[in-house]
T-cell receptor, first 113, second 112 residues
């Protein structure tokens, strides 16, 4: 079972350019999340989606947008990248209402130059 | 003050040692408590979770929750070099849809 697939694995992006980080899950989980992980700051929630068709803002949503057109896919878009968005991005999903078990992808390492 | 505090380490121990990893939290509404393990350049994976107070054991790992002190612990017995990773605590409210609140993680290094 693949679980959660993120693409690309890593990317160098010029400041001002846009980019979409892809996330697909095959577990039919209702909830999906995007986190960024930075040294000294830990995992911070960017956006989440409890079910297909709904999204919500997390702790650090500025500069990012998401959509949830179906259960499996949850892309994260940076409209105009800035160097402070250099980070490791993790997509996660969880099955239930009380989301005690989150499954994470392998991450996308993004460097904005 | 962050809702969840965790010492970043690194914590260095010899193989076979008993390891104690800890988190404190400020929000008494948290009811579920999780420990995730993250190897270098990998995504976090769930080790175990507990509901409310008490202990839970899984092999060499024991999770302990003390809600009165707002303190959770993960004990690793007979630590192995393969346990070298970053351990993140996480917690969640039980009400409706809620998201995980993570600690920053403690890096553990087990030397052979």
């Amino acid at each position: 079972t693949a679980g959660i697939t993120q693409a690309p694995t890593s990317q160098i992006l010029a400041a001002g350019r846009s980019m979409t980080l892809r996330c697909t899950q095959d577990m039919r989980h209702n909830a999906m999340y995007w986190y960024r992980q930075d040294l000294g700051l830990g995992l911070r929630l960017i956006h989440y989606s409890n079910t297909a068709g709904t999204t919500g803002k997390g702790e650090v949503p500025d500069g990012y947008s998401v959509s949830r057109a179906n259960t499996d896919d949850f892309p994260l878009t940076l409209a105009s990248a800035v160097p402070s968005q250099t980070s490791v991005y993790f997509c996660a999903s969880s099955p239930g209402v009380v989301n005690t078990e989150a499954f994470f992808g392998q991450g996308t390492r993004l460097t904005v130059v | 003050q962050k809702e969840v505090e965790q010492d970043p380490g690194p914590l260095s121990v010899p193989e076979g040692a008993i390891v104690s990893l800890n988190c404190t939290y400020s929000n008494s509404a948290f009811q579920y408590f999780m420990w995730y393990r993250q190897y270098s350049r990998k995504g976090p994976e769930l080790l175990m979770y507990t509901y409310s107070s008490g202990n839970k054991e899984d092999g060499r790992f024991t999770a302990q929750v003390d809600k009165s002190s707002k303190y959770i612990s993960l004990f690793i017995r007979d630590s192995q070099p393969s346990d070298s990773a970053t351990y993140l605590c996480a917690m969640i409210y039980p009400s409706g849809y809620s998201t995980l609140t993570f600690g920053k993680g403690t890096m553990l290094l087990v030397s052979p």
